[in-house]
């Protein structure tokens, strides 16, 4: 069952409980990984009468600030979906705005990475990406490899199928040099060779922009996730409407396919 929240579409307004949503978290029960598809910036924009670019560059702070929520909070993985491998197909003026802004963010926030104790990840066919990205990344990856608080995975020309077919290209040439039999490859053989192996799978994915769809992003790895969907625009989603995602998620039951009784009754004493 999909849960829909629908959120005004102007900032954060609060839970209406008087509370801070962050001082109903369970820390104890935060999810370890929250992967974000971030939307809406185009419309954003354009409500607004500006250029779509006006909406990608106002969703940078919204990263900031979400990437700062979840460091305090304790998060150990975020994984945003920054490029998918169809937005390659999106007017050229959007796409190197997009890889221009890229550029210019990562050089300006490595500082704020380090000091935050933020190790940056990038998954995706990053060989799609212009040569001075590539490198940006790179090093931005390089020079945060030693922090070990919160991991940043940024998806940049990334998407599910690709990932997949990339994944059983280079295990069929596993097959076909002998390195392993066909009958031998099992689910943890599989994920060796997604761009994802060493994350736990994400626990908690929200989509921001009103749209019910995962577009092509972690298909594999979103198997047992919880969906989280909201109305309000990526450049108007902050820290505290990621806390509300994360306290709505710690009201769920999570079955894995066994029954509310069989979930209860294996609770671990209090
Ligand atoms: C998400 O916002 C950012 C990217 C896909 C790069 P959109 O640009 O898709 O914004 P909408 O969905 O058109 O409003
Ligand atoms: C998904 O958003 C990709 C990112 C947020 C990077 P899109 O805006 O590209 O998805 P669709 O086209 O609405 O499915
Ligand atoms: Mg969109």
Redesign the pocket.
Known sequence: MIFVLLRPCTGYTGTGHGMEPSSQIDKSKLPQHIAI??????????ERGQD?LF??LN?VESVRNVVEGAAELGVKYLTL????TE?WE?PPY?VSG?MELLVETIKKEVPTLNKNNIRLQVIGDVEMLPDNARKELEQAITDTAQNNGLTLILALSYSSRWEIVHAIRQMAAEVASGKINAQDIDKNYFERFLCTTGLPDPELLIRT?G?IRVSNFLLYQIAYAELYFTEV??PDFRKNHLFEAIIDFQHRQRRFGKTGKQVVENKPEC
Not at 41 to 46: F, I, L, Q, T, V
């Open positions: 598809i971030m939307d809406g910036n185009g419309r954003w924009a354009e779509r909406g990608h969703g979906y920054a490029f998918s937005n999106r959007e997009l922009g749209e625009k990526w």
